[in-house]
């Protein structure tokens, strides 16, 4: 519904003004440009300026490198920092993920939704149970990333644009803070710090190349090399 009455704004603004100028036709074909463009997706459980963080949506620039475009905040995740650990525990996951078109379910209850496909590999070889994790909609989570029904309907298309633009899978990386150094140093003694410590691997691999690794488990750890 939303799109249609997208649709319905545009023509009615088309009818009230003047034929459009150069600059703003180039500006409407590098805005759907960007919409079609790869997308890479990165949450953050929590950041210094948000208790409940934010979802990332980053875009392949002409330069082979991604750009962060959009930043929507997270309405609501559950649990503590830390992975998702077993089925019930009502923990949101950490780790490396990806989604497909078949992820995708616009008849969600909460909304509209798509699955981040935990237990990944790495969950699997950790014993790590559960199901059914995703990001949707409703503001209300037990174990998913829950955003504002607006935010989710934003989201949703711009993912369902990608995978009609060819892209095959959009990997989702999740990370409970930003990774720097000194948030990490100061989680020493938690129990999650070996775990966090494999987790900043890739975290430091996008942010010096800023291209997503491809990820792969090796000795029930993630390892990250380059994507072709």
């Known amino acids: 519904m939303f799109r249609i009455l997208i649709g319905f704004c545009v023509l009615v603004l088309s009818a009230c003004q003047p034929s459009a100028t150069a600059a703003t036709q180039r500006a409407a074909a590098e ?19 948000r208790d409940k963080g934010v979802l990332q949506m980053w875009r392949r620039g002409e330069d082979g490198r991604f750009h962060l475009g959009r930043t929507f905040d997270i309405c609501t995740w559950s649990g503590a920092l830390g992975p998702k650990l077993k089925d019930g525990d009502g ?73 009609t633009g060819g892209q095959s899978i959009i990997r989702v990386h999740i990370f409970p803070f ?17 775990f966090w410590e494999n987790l900043k691997e890739g975290w430091n691999w996008f942010e010096n190349a800023r291209i997503p690794p491809n990820v792969t488990v090796v000795d029930k750890s993630y390892r990250f090399e380059g994507l072709e």
Do not use: W
């Open 178 to 194: 930003e990774m720097t150094e000194d948030a990490l140093a100061a989680q020493a003694g938690s129990p999650n710090y070996t």
């Open 91 to 163: 923990q949101s996951p950490e780790g490396f993920y990806y989604i497909t078109p078949a992820s995708l379910n616009p008849n969600s209850s909460y909304h509209l939704s798509f699955n981040l496909g935990f237990p990944n590999a790495y969950d699997r070889a950790h014993g790590r149970t559960g199901s059914f994790l995703m990001v949707h909609g409703d503001c209300v989570s037990i174990g998913c990333y829950a955003m504002t029904d607006d935010g989710i309907e934003e989201i949703y298309a711009e993912v369902e644009a990608a995978f």
């Open 31 to 49: 805005t759907r440009s960007a919409m079609t463009s790869e997308l890479f997706i990165r949450i953050i459980k929590t950041t210094p300026q």
